[in-house]
């Protein structure tokens, strides 16, 4: 029997028991719940069930920024009340949200300087581990920055990119380094409003300083620093990470994976990595792969060692390597309750605390390996990017041990859903163009004839707030259904490998004209472009077809809408403000944390579209997010007058012959 450590002793009568069928459509999660109300396990599913959400604290209508309070104002008569400071609600709510922002900011440009760092000690050469892998993603990066490489030694150019780079993070004055990539007129709006970030952490300060009490009080000035640091997520600190971590490790390329719980094997020795940075996960690979390690897995009775990664950094393996992935951010307490989890590894982000307990219940050692994220009950085995085996070999030899001392039964799900992942921004250009003429031209050609309505960036998170992965999944059913492309990162992904969507076959689900595309190139309606640091590949794909033309002279000009339909963490909040300061219409799920028709609401959802940016949207319902997105993709093919071919055009053979020979 499962000792039953995670639910105390006398609260099993009064706590609700959740269903599982009411709380995930992810068979295996069902399952596994199943299992876990039989063992008396408690999961997060549980604990939302439980704990009704602070109301006051969903509207933001809550101030705790200094002991004169913490001060509550009423969301039914928001202006009936002031905090003892005087804050009104517009102040309080547009503090609150900046402070998501720069915490959001601050996890993506960390780890993107964690990326960096690596970088830069590969560059001197004083790490031996990893080394440049992608010298041709190298030289696009460098040529972006306008970094001479014609003639130059690897060496020469990895340096200028390194000490160009430095400056998205430490830069006092001027524009980070990757305003060179945004449309140039996207650029002038933010000119304007003086939104062009300098360096994150110059940002991120000031957005701290000036939400502190008693210094910024006018949401509208709040809103434009938290913009400001917004894009140095976006277009800085998130997409040095995602460029970096190609140049190190490759960039992906379309690769069939399995996902799903089905992916652990009884009798194999089942390690699951957990969390967002690539460097560990790429030495656990090595460990696990190591001939004496497999041996010593084989002495101890199994067939040999598996593999897989859940979460985001489990998404950006799975594109690279083709690494099998194990569920998303709602599952990862769910597969422990397996039992066959010898251990599970994690670095940062989005690592539940409840994991201590449901780790503790089954006998799986769960492993901290990074100095930013230690946990309470948890084992904590540095990983040091300069000997990073001494900490994965140790995470494989307690893996080991832990199958050798294996007591409890087994239950593996048995289901695996297999679908193409890694499609980088790089290689829908391949894809689309050519090889040797790699283009967005075809995409932007077959959304002005009308084939393609218009592109959608559905990502985020899971949360037990709403069903586990349905919203996302009718969502994204809904958009194909209406001819619209899907882009799709993070843990989203996760959600429509499960749905069965990242196959070409999936193309019978699209509307006819996305279809005929689809089956034309053999590609998938819905794209997976890997974790949430990973959105950049978004923000760069939209940039390519402003310039490849015919769609605007701006990003706001796209018929493109995003969408976070079952987002929970601060990082969405940053991710949807730069997309919303990018220019695209941006729609979230769950909950919002405004108070409606107040006029920080108002300038989020209404206002920044009149400075040139894009706008915020919200609706907990798939169908009536699907309405809203593509209501808005009409309103911007209508602008720039390619409305009309919208009406019925199939592919000729002409254009058939023309998209296959690319
Ligand atoms: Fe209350 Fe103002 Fe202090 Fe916030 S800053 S807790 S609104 S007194
Ligand atoms: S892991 S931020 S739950 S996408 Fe990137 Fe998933 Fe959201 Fe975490």
């Not at 009340?81 to 996890?107: E, L, P, Q, Y």
């Not at 998404?315 to 307490?333: D, I, K």
């Not at 948890?378 to 307690?398: G, L, M, S, W």
């Not at 050798?404 to 689309?432: A, C, D, Q, V, W």
Request: charge should be neutral; hydrophobic fraction near 40%.
């Amino acid at each position: 029997m499962v000792e039953k450590k995670a639910v105390k002793e006398g609260e099993e009568s009064k706590a609700k028991t959740v269903n599982p069928k009411d709380v995930t459509i992810c068979d295996a999660t069902i399952q596994m719940l199943e299992k876990a109300k039989r063992d008396g396990v408690e999961t997060a599913f549980d604990r939302a069930l439980n704990m009704k959400a602070c109301p006051i604290g969903a509207d933001s209508a809550c101030c705790k920024h200094c002991s004169m309070g913490p001060c509550r104002l009423n969301a039914k008569d928001p202006y009936g009340k002031v905090g003892v400071c005087g804050a009104t609600i517009d102040t309080i709510m547009a503090r609150n949200f900046a402070r998501m922002v720069a915490s959001g900011c601050s996890a993506h440009t960390d780890h993107g300087m964690a990326m960096l760092d690596l970088f830069r000690e590969v560059v001197n050469g004083k790490i031996h581990d990893y080394k440049i892998k992608d010298v041709h993603k190298l030289e696009l990066v460098a040529k972006s920055l306008n970094i001479e490489t014609e003639g130059r030694s690897v060496q020469e150019i990895a340096t200028d990119v390194y000490k160009e780079l430095e400056r998205t993070y430490t830069q006092i004055e001027g524009e980070i380094p990757f305003a060179s990539r945004v449309p140039q007129k996207t650029l002038e709006t933010w000119r304007k409003y003086d939104l062009v970030p300098r360096g994150s952490m110059r940002e991120i300060m000031e957005l701290m300083h000036r939400t502190h009490m008693g210094v910024d009080q006018h949401y509208e000035n709040i809103t434009k620093q938290f913009t400001r640091t917004a894009l140095a997520d976006g277009w800085g600190g998130s997409l040095v990470a995602t460029e970096i971590s190609d140049i190190l490790f490759g960039t992906p390329s379309p690769v069939s994976v399995e996902v799903n719980m089905g992916v652990l094997k009884k009798d194999y020795v089942n390690i699951i990595v957990h969390g967002h940075e690539p460097n560990m996960f790429e030495s656990m690979m090595e460990s696990v792969n190591t001939p004496s390690l497999i041996q010593a897995a084989k002495d101890a009775g199994a067939q040999g060692i598996v593999l897989a990664g859940m979460c985001c950094s489990g998404a950006e393996m799975m594109s690279r390597h083709g690494v099998p992935h194990a569920g998303n951010f709602m599952s990862t307490e769910a597969i422990l309750v397996t039992g066959a989890v010898d251990a599970m590894c994690v670095d940062i982000q989005c690592i539940k605390q409840g994991l201590a307990k449901v780790a503790d219940c089954y006998g799986t050692p769960l492993i901290t390996t990074n100095v930013r994220c230690h946990i309470e009950g948890a084992t904590h085995i540095q990983f040091n990017d300069h000997d990073p085996k001494a900490c994965t070999d140790e995470v494989v030899i307690r893996a080991i041990t832990r199958f050798k001392n294996r007591t409890l039964p087994i239950e593996i799900p048995n289901i695996r859903n297999i679908g193409i992942h890694g499609f980088s921004f790089e290689y829908i250009n391949y894809m689309l163009g050519g090889t040797f003429r790699g283009s967005y031209t075809p995409l932007n050609d077959n959304i002005i004839n009308g084939r393609i309505r218009g592109v959608a960036g559905v990502v985020g998170c899971t949360n037990p707030r709403v069903k586990h992965d349905w919203v996302h999944t009718e969502l994204v059913k809904e958009l194909i259904k209406n001819d619209v492309l899907v882009l799709l990162t993070g843990c989203a992904q996760i959600t429509m490998a499960k749905a069965g969507l990242m196959t070409p076959e999936a193309a019978h689900l699209a509307g006819p004209g996305l279809r005929e595309v689809c089956e034309t190139v053999g590609m998938p309606p819905v794209l997976g472009l890997g974790s949430c640091v990973d959105n950049s590949r978004i923000l760069i794909a939209a940039s390519e077809m402003v310039k490849t033309g015919g769609l605007g002279n701006c990003l706001a000009d796209l018929p493109v809408a995003g969408a976070a339909p079952e987002w929970m963490s601060e990082k969405a909040i940053s991710i949807g403000q730069y997309f919303v300061g990018s220019g695209v219409y941006t729609v979230f799920g769950v909950t919002f944390p405004t108070v409606k028709d107040t006029k920080f609401h108002n300038l989020l959802f209404d206002g920044l579209e009149k400075w040139g940016l894009g706008k915020w949207g919200f609706s907990p319902d798939p169908y009536e997010m699907a309405k809203m997105m593509i209501a808005h993709i009409d309103k911007k093919r209508k602008a720039l007058g390619i409305d009309k071919t919208r009406e019925r055009k199939l592919v000729d053979m002409a254009a058939r012959r023309e998209m296959a020979a690319a």
